[in-house]
């Protein structure tokens, strides 16, 4: 299993854009996961003494990750953290995708942490999940 | 001319270029873009077809609009001007942004750069402590979910009536820092969450707390400068800008979901998801008005409470009380807001998106300090050079439904200007430039560097040139806080 993410240079010149791929639907959330955390702050800096589980349903993956995105965006503000990990798993049930995740991180804290962009939101600007074969792909642009 | 479109685009004069309403099918009025030739040149294509997107809308008035600083944006184009009959037009959050009132604030001092330079770098240091910037970052007044939603209905009125700030602070702020219309209850718990604990904070990617001088050899119009507290002599002032953080952020995600599915129920099509919108006057559109209005006083409230920190650091750096230094508000006001206006269509809804409201001396709607000058507009530059006080005419009221530029736009993506040069980099050479920058993100700072903007000066020109709005002060940085 596996996944990637890049950042696009030129798709939204006053905020930032991302791709991730992945050779599974739970693989490229892996990767959009990833690549969000890095545009917050560098993960590696930041501990993990704040946790939280996260649960959520869709009828459709691209509603799921917009979803799972933005919640992560929510807890940055409403807990006042930043993150180091997002550990998740994708299952589908009656038709439904679910995922069930765990925010792992700690309070912003400029001195220890290397911050980076406080995301607004996520937005659906050319927001589009593709599927090739056995890879997956996403495109998401994030208002900072 | 070479243009990043191919549509027909027809001068109308130096200032003001038009797209005719056959170049898109759907098109239900002209789309005008205001700028020089230069600017024009220089405008992605986003702009293009955005601005000609927002002329499909159903209900919209008379032309489609965008500022000189206009560049690619969700749904409509950053600079973006659209206003829509309140009876058959539509209200959409694509028109706002995000950041629901986004703005400017600007603060008068009786102190020179004679007085504080020697103490900039305790000021900046005093204010980077005091005003609470970057990710995540929470402010210092602690609210329940009561006062949250008093602060919701009352804006910068909650904060006077709380002691951050004067009581003649409000009648220079626009709408006297309170909107009317503001409904809590169509506000959602996760916008509360993510605002409950931010009043007072700047956030990040182009917002600023900017110290900056106003030179004599730098004032346009000193009858009207000095009406507005800015008497040159190498004066110091304090611009803020920033919005409602991540309450209106929240409002703004929220409505985009519930208009998506309004749009079919009310058979509305439109050529970009981000302009997802509903008749202003179904009961979508006047939730959304409701809760855009609570998060337009959120951040009226936020200018606030940092104007009051903004103070506070000052005094006690300089151990003179705020009022013994003079620290007046010369004007706050919106550049991200929907708003209900008269003109000769009668009552229309105007969004404004990355542009300002800019109305004239005859306008009643003003309070009556600027019945004189007409309106301020603040327009902040990069923080590597200079940001504009102007002021509204009333031709703008009669042209761009009282409209005009925000500041200077990007040219560059945030990816581009981070390779081209480091934060620290970007900090040591302002420093040598006499520009002291505190930050929290150093590749935030490197993204906000001043070559990835247009040059603020001729997209001021441009609008004096077009006649929305006459220039009376340049004001130029030596400290800034970003997040």
């Known amino acids: 299993m596996s996944h990637a993410f890049r950042f696009l240079d030129d798709i939204a010149i006053a905020d930032i854009a991302f791709e991730a791929e992945g050779d599974s639907a739970e693989e490229v959330f892996v990767g959009a996961t990833r690549a969000l955390l890095e545009v917050l702050a560098n993960p590696v800096t930041i501990a993990d003494s704040w946790q939280r589980q996260v649960l959520k349903t869709e009828g459709n993956l691209d509603d799921l990750l917009i979803e799972w995105l933005s ?36 309070p912003v804290d400029g001195e220890r942490q290397e911050l980076r962009n406080d995301v607004k939101g996520i937005t659906k600007h050319r927001y589009r999940m593709e599927r090739n074969g056995s890879m997956w792909k996403v495109t998401v642009v994030v208002d900072v | 001319m070479r243009l990043n479109t191919d549509m027909r685009v027809n001068r109308i004069a130096d200032e003001v270029w ?41 209900g919209i008035q008379r032309y489609a609009l965008c500022m000189p ?51 900039l770098e305790q000021l900046m240091t005093e204010l980077f402590r005091r005003v609470p910037a970057g990710v995540g970052a929470a402010g ?28 003649r602070d409000l009648s220079r702020i626009e709408e006297g820092g309170c909107i009317g219309g503001a409904d809590p209850s ?24 900017e110290v900056q001088v106003a030179s004599d050899e730098r004032i346009f119009d000193l009858g009207t400068a000095a009406a507005l507290g800015i008497t040159g002599q190498d004066q110091i002032v304090v611009m803020i800008h ?56 959120m951040a009226f409230a936020n200018r606030q409470v940092i104007t009051h920190s903004v103070r506070e650091a000052f005094a006690a750096v300089f ?38 409201r800019a109305f004239g001396p005859s306008s009643t709607d003003l309070a009556p300090e600027f019945r004189q000058t007409g309106q301020p507009v603040i327009c902040g530059g990069s923080m590597e050079t200079g940001s504009y006080l102007l002021v509204g ?26 390779k081209q040069v480091r934060g620290e980099q970007l900090q040591q050479l302002m420093k040598e430039r006499g520009i002291m920058v505190k930050a929290v993100s150093m590749s935030g700072l490197a993204e906000e560097a001043g070559f990835a903007y247009k040059n603020i000066s001729q997209v001021v020109e441009t609008v004096e040139g077009a006649g929305i709005t006459r220039k009376v002060a340049e004001l130029r940085p030596v400290g800034n806080i970003k997040g």
């Open chain 1, 71 to 106: 919640e992560i965006v929510y807890w940055k503000d409403a807990a006042g953290v930043v993150f180091r990990d997002a550990p998740l798993t994708l299952r589908r049930e009656n038709g439904r995708w679910t995922i069930k995740a765990t925010l792992i991180g700690a």
């Open chain 2, 18 to 58: 038009e797209i005719p309403a056959s170049e898109k099918p759907g098109m239900l009025v002209p789309a005008r873009v205001y700028a020089t030739q230069t600017i024009l040149q220089s405008m992605d294509r986003g702009v293009f077809d955005q601005v000609t997107n927002v002329a499909c809308l159903p």
């Open chain 2, 69 to 119: 600083d206009g560049h690619w944006g969700y749904g409509f184009p950053i600079g973006g001007v659209a206003a829509f009959d309140v009876r058959q037009g539509v209200i959409s959050p694509g028109g706002v942004g995000y950041d629901v009132n986004c703005g400017m604030r600007l603060i008068r001092t009786d102190l020179s750069l004679t007085d504080v330079q020697p103490r």
């Open chain 2, 140 to 167: 210092s007044v602690r609210l329940d979910r009561h006062e949250l939603t008093r602060a919701m209905l009352k804006g910068a009125r909650w904060c006077v009536e709380r002691g951050y700030g004067w009581h």
């Open chain 2, 186 to 209: 169509t506000v959602s718990d996760q916008a509360v969450g993510r605002g409950i604990n931010q009043l007072g904070t700047l956030g990040s990617g182009n917002h600023y707390l």
């Open chain 2, 242 to 297: 920033c919005g409602s953080r991540g309450f209106g952020h929240q409002v703004a995600s929220d409505y985009l979901k519930v208009f998506e599915k309004a749009m079919r129920r009310y058979g509305i099509t439109v050529n970009d998801q981000q302009l997802a919108c509903a008749p202003f006057h179904s009961p979508e559109g006047q939730e959304y008005f409701a809760a855009m209005n609570c998060a337009a006083n």
């Open chain 2, 319 to 356: 151990a003179r009380s705020a009022e013994e230094l003079g620290m007046e508000v010369v004007y706050d006001v919106a550049h991200n807001i929907a708003k209900v206006e008269r003109y000769a269509e009668g009552e229309l809804l105007v969004h404004r998106k990355g542009a300002t």
């Open chain 2, 393 to 418: 005419t009333d031709r703008a009221v009669q042209e761009t439904f009282g409209s005009t530029m925000h500041g200077s736009g990007r040219t560059m993506s945030r990816a581009q200007a981070k």
